[in-house]
Each structure stands twice: as structure tokens, then as C-alpha cells.
């Protein structure tokens, strides 16, 4: 049997109490009116429910007088009973089944709205397929219980303290027998609760790590494909599904066994009660009709107990998701902003500065990606960033947009240290082509125009054409409005990337950021490409990120990387002449004619 996947269960199974559900208060306060006016309808509901078995009660004891009157008047009585039963639970069911999708949505766009803000460092502990299983299966579970759960315990609770005072008015002699059966029906509760609460907090685990073991397969399928590893991918996927399938049947046994051992007690205790009952209308201390309130206010009472088993089980899953949900909204992000951050400097005239900088990866804290590296990039500047791969290139990068932030040093723009400015208001400022391309399930030309929302079609095309992306976009069978697919499944590497470029053009920020931005280029479209980068970095504080140097030797500087650290800098005129690191990769890449200049 494979482990469950989370290391921290024990901890959060031991704290899974029904006092967790509270975690929804503040989702469902802002609706009081909508909560209060369903609590109403289901009181209703079971006054009505309780005051049935007095109707037929004397419905009872009347027929065997023969008032035929005063039958027809019982008679009408209960279809006027059974009308407001039907009305208030048709009322109760509208208002408690609008505020669980109510309830639920909102939720779900709380947890939503803090996971798309959560920093890079957060996604490194937690398997996006979980944070979606979250949002998706433990909502639903939340709204099950909202929306039906909560509603039929309460109804069930009413129902049978209501049942047990009216039986205990009926015949406190019976009723005093049908008590001596509680506390052997609480056990096997108490018991039986403690286990299902701990195998639907592990059922909850296992589906979570379904859903990421599937996300993960999916979005790498070509991948899998290529390396032909479907067999084992589809191992991995069928072995924690049947994890989860085992892990729910020991949920469902548990549940089945504990409702048997319950409706059992309570149904041979009602029979045992209903012969002391015959016996008292056999020697006249009892009618017939009192009898028979009494036997239907003790199903009524069993019925509610065998019901609040049911819905005990339902509560402690909805309590796990509950507390699964809470944890992610109260989930502290390693990258903070203070309460009154200071305004963004207007960059196009504003210096960059790496302060001795030292960083470390959260999932390598023993290596330091940067170790106390400092430079300064001055507005308007072009700067390349070269060296092997795992140098400390596109780390700085990802923490010049503070998708992290530095163990020890400062990064300034414009003179203000990043973490005393808002992220949202200085990434305003920023343009990024990433190293790899991303591309949303959406059009082309929504595809560009995420760089900027507002921009007109002729501003997008104008972006396009810089980026040298309009002739293959234009080819397209709808053109621009083509659908290219999940993460641009309909285009070839090139395409995405030319796209992502049109769309930093079209944000027209004044720092520009290129993480090996023409890497998936062919030698034409890189030439175009490479020139509309040329006039795009023109007047812009530019940031590149290469390891084909032929796209950097135009740049002001070039700062070599070797080990998280600055080996050099200069023109690339400069570092050839320097020898080292630099003239080495040059050797390597350009032809002994370039390399000897």
C-alpha cells in the first residue's frame, strides 16, 4: 500500500473536530437574512412534521366511535398540515440550497484570489493539482453539506428532542424505556465517528494527489509520449487512484457498520417498547390511538437518530475540507508587503541595483543560487546576462520581478528597495519574455493582448509585426481570433515565442525583461526578431538573459556568471580580449574568424 501523500496527517487528522465547520462563518455571515429565513422554513417544517401524529391520533380514536364529522374534519386538517409541510420544506430547500452555491462560490474565489497572488516559493512546497483539488472536491463537499447536510441535521435534531417531550407526554413509562437505549446507541457513535473522520481526512489526501498526479501526466503529455512512458505514468496514476478507492471503501465500511449497529439498536428497542405498549391497550391503561402516536413519534425519533449518523459522517468530511481550505487562505506568503508600501519610482529614468545579494532556492537551502552579487544597471541600459546553465542567470530575473525575495543584500529600482514597494505597482513597469514561452487557452490576439488589456486590434497587429509573428498569424485559418489551443498546443515553439515577444512589445514598459528570449528561433526569424528587440530595447532599461552570444555581442555590457557569482563584465569585445570564461563559451560558439576579433 503506497503512503499517503501528505507528511504532515497525523497532525491535521488529530485536529479535525466539527468545531473546524466554523472556518465558514465568514463566508456565510455576509448572508444572515438568507440563514435566518431558512432556519425559520425548517423550524416550520418540523413543528409541522411533529404535530401530524396528534392528527392522527384522533383520527384513530374517532374511527373506532364511528363521528364520521369529526373525521372529515381531522381528515381536512391533515391535508392542510400535509400543504404547509410541502410548502416549508419547497422554501427551505430554495433558500438553503441558494446559500450553500452561494457560499461555496465565494470560497471558492477567496481561495482562488490567494492562490493566483501566492509567490513561486509557495508552488515548490504544494503540487498545483492539489490546490485544485481543493478548490474543486473539497468545495463540493462543503456545498453537500451547506446546501443539505447542515439543513437535514438541524431538521433531525428538531424532530427528535420535539419527538422524545411528545413521548414522554404520550407515556412517560414507554418513553423512559425507549432512553435506556441512548447511551448504548452514543457508543458505537463516539467510537465509529473517530475512525470515519480520520479515513475521510486520508480519502480527502489520497483524491488530492490523484488530481495532481493526473494535472502533472496531462500537462507534460507530449513528454510522456516521446519518452514512451504511458505504461508507467498510467501505473502511478492507477496505483494512488486505488489508493484512493481503498482508502474510500474503508470509509464506506466503517460508515455501513456503524449505521447497522445503530439502526439495529434503536429498531429492537422500539420493538421491545411497542410489546410493553400492546400490553397496556390489551388491559385498558392505554387507547389505541395513543399507541399508534407513540409508535410513530418513536420511528420519527429513530428515524432522526439513523439520520444524524448518516449526516455525523457527512459533517466530519465537510470539516476536513473545511479546515483543508482555511489552511490555504490562512497560508503566509514568504513574499509580503508592508501595510502603506512606497509609490514605484517612474523607471524609464530610474537605475536597477543588485546590493550584494545572496539567495537560496527554498528547496536547496544548502546552495546558494546567488552568492553577494553586485552590479547596477543604469536607465536606458542594455545589460546581458551570460554564463552556464545554473549560474544564477534567470534567478535574477525572478527576483528583479520579487517572485522571491533575497536571503541577505537589497534590490533597488530607482533608489526604493522592492520590498517597501507594492509588487503589483513595479511590475507595472516591467515586460517579460520568459524562456518558456506561456500561452493561454485563448485566441492569438488575446494572446498578445494580455501584455496589455486595453489595447486597440491595430495596436496588437503593430506588436505582432515587430515581433515578426504577423505573416504566420495571418496564415492562421481565422487569423488573428484563431483558437490556438491549451498552452498553444496549435503552434511550434517559435510561434509561441514570437508571441510572447509581440506581447512585451506591446506592453511597452520601461524595463524589458528576455530570459533566452529567441532560444526557440530559427536563424530568419531570429535575425527579425532580434531586430525588433534591437528598437524595442532602444529606450528601455533592457535585461538579457542568453546563451547564444551571437544575440548578445550589441549589448552595453555583458556580466559573465560562473557558481551564483560575477566572474566578469565589459563589452563583448572585452571579454574576448580578457580571456577566462567568457572567451571560452565565445570560442565555442562562433567561428575561428569571429573569435579571433
Known amino acids: 500500500m503506497a503512503k499517503a501523500p501528505t507528511s504532515n496527517d497525523q497532525d491535521r487528522a488529530s485536529s479535525k473536530r466539527l468545531s473546524a465547520l466554523g472556518g465558514l462563518w465568514p463566508f456565510i455571515r455576509p448572508y444572515r437574512g438568507m440563514l435566518i429565513a431558512a432556519f425559520l422554513a425548517l423550524t416550520a417544517t418540523a413543528l409541522v412534521s411533529l404535530v401530524m401524529p396528534l392528527a392522527v391520533r384522533q383520527v384513530v380514536d374517532n374511527f373506532q366511535g364511528g363521528a364520521s364529522a369529526i373525521l372529515n374534519q381531522y381528515f381536512g386538517l391533515a391535508l392542510v398540515i400535509v400543504a404547509l409541510l410541502a410548502a416549508g420544506t419547497a422554501i427551505r430547500y430554495y433558500l438553503v440550497t441558494r446559500l450553500g452555491e452561494r457560499v461555496v462560490s465565494d470560497i471558492r474565489e477567496a481561495v482562488f484570489d490567494r492562490m493566483i497572488g501566492m509567490s513561486p516559493a509557495f508552488y515548490e512546497r504544494i503540487m498545483t493539482g492539489e ?70 481526512k486520508e480519502n480527502q489526501d489520497w483524491i488530492a494527489s490523484s488530481s495532481g498526479s493526473a494535472s502533472e501526466a496531462l500537462l507534460s503529455v507530449q513528454t510522456v509520449q516521446a519518452f514512451t512512458q504511458e505504461g508507467p505514468v498510467r501505473q502511478k496514476f492507477r496505483t494512488v487512484t486505488e489508493a484512493s478507492f ?75 475540507a473545511t479546515e483543508r481550505l482555511v489552511e490555504l487562505l490562512g497560508t503566509t506568503d514568504t513574499v509580503t508587503e508592508g501595510p502603506t508600501p512606497t509609490p514605484a519610482p517612474d523607471m524609464a529614468s530610474g537605475e536597477i541595483r543588485f546590493d550584494n545579494v545572496t539567495f537560496y532556492y527554498p528547496t536547496r537551502p544548502g546552495t546558494a543560487a546567488l552568492d553577494g552579487v553586485s552590479f547596477t544597471i543604469a536607465p536606458g541600459e542594455t545589460v546581458a546576462l551570460v554564463g552556464p546553465s545554473g549560474a544564477g542567470k534567470s534567478t535574477v530575473i525572478q527576483l528583479l520581478q520579487r517572485f522571491y525575495d533575497p536571503a541577505l543584500g537589497a534590490i533597488r529600482m530607482g533608489g526604493v528597495d522592492l520590498r517597501d514597494m507594492s509588487r503589483a505597482d513595479f511590475r507595472r513597469q516591467i515586460a517579460l519574455v520568459p524562456q518558456d514561452s506561456v500561452i493561454f487557452a485563448d485566441t492569438a490576439r488575446e494572446n498578445i493582448r494580455f501584455g496589455r488589456p486595453d489595447a486597440t486590434d491595430a495596436e496588437v497587429e503593430s506588436a505582432a509585426r515587430a515581433a515578426a509573428a504577423h505573416e504566420f498569424l495571418t496564415a492562421l485559418p481565422q487569423g488573428y481570433d484563431t483558437y490556438v489551443g491549451e498552452r498553444g498546443l496549435m503552434l511550434s515553439g517559435g510561434q509561441k515565442q514570437r508571441i510572447a515577444i509581440a506581447r512585451a512589445i506591446l506592453r511597452d514598459a520601461p524595463i524589458l525583461l528576455l530570459d533566452e528570449a529567441t532560444s ?77 576579433e
Open 520 to 596: 526557440a528561433l530559427d536563424a530568419e526569424s531570429e535575425r527579425l526578431v532580434q531586430a525588433a528587440v534591437d528598437d524595442l530595447s532602444r529606450d528601455r532599461t533592457t535585461l538579457i538573459v542568453a546563451h547564444r552570444l551571437a544575440t548578445v555581442k550589441k549589448a552595453d555590457r555583458i556580466i559573465v556568471f560562473e557558481n551564483g557569482q560575477i566572474a566578469a563584465q565589459g563589452t563583448h569585445d572585452d571579454l574576448v580580449a580578457q580571456g577566462g570564461l567568457y572567451a571560452r563559451l565565445a570560442r565555442l560558439q562562433f567561428t575561428e574568424g569571429v573569435a579571433a
Open 246 to 320: 481503498d482508502s474510500a471503501q474503508r470509509r464506506i465500511l466503517t460508515r455501513a457498520v456503524m449505521t447497522m449497529i445503530v439502526i439495529f439498536l434503536i429498531f429492537s428497542g422500539v420493538v421491545g417498547v411497542l410489546w410493553v405498549g400492546a400490553r397496556d391497550v390489551a388491559l385498558g391503561t392505554m387507547s389505541i390511538g395513543e399507541l399508534v402516536q407513540f409508535v410513530i413519534y418513536a420511528v420519527m425519533v429513530a428515524g432522526a437518530v439513523g439520520a444524524l449518523t448518516e449526516i455525523w459522517g457527512e459533517l466530519q468530511r465537510a470539516a476536513g
Open 131 to 200: 490546490v485544485l483539488s481543493r478548490i474543486t472536491t473539497d468545495t463540493t463537499l462543503i456545498l453537500s453539506v451547506i446546501g443539505s447536510s447542515v439543513s437535514v441535521a438541524l431538521r433531525n435534531v428538531f424532530i427528535f428532542f420535539g419527538g422524545l417531550i411528545l413521548l414522554l407526554l404520550t407515556s412517560a413509562k414507554l418513553t423512559g424505556l425507549v432512553l435506556l437505549i441512548v447511551p448504548a446507541v452514543i457508543v458505537p457513535i463516539v467510537v465509529l465517528g473517530r475512525r470515519l473522520r480520520r479515513l475521510g
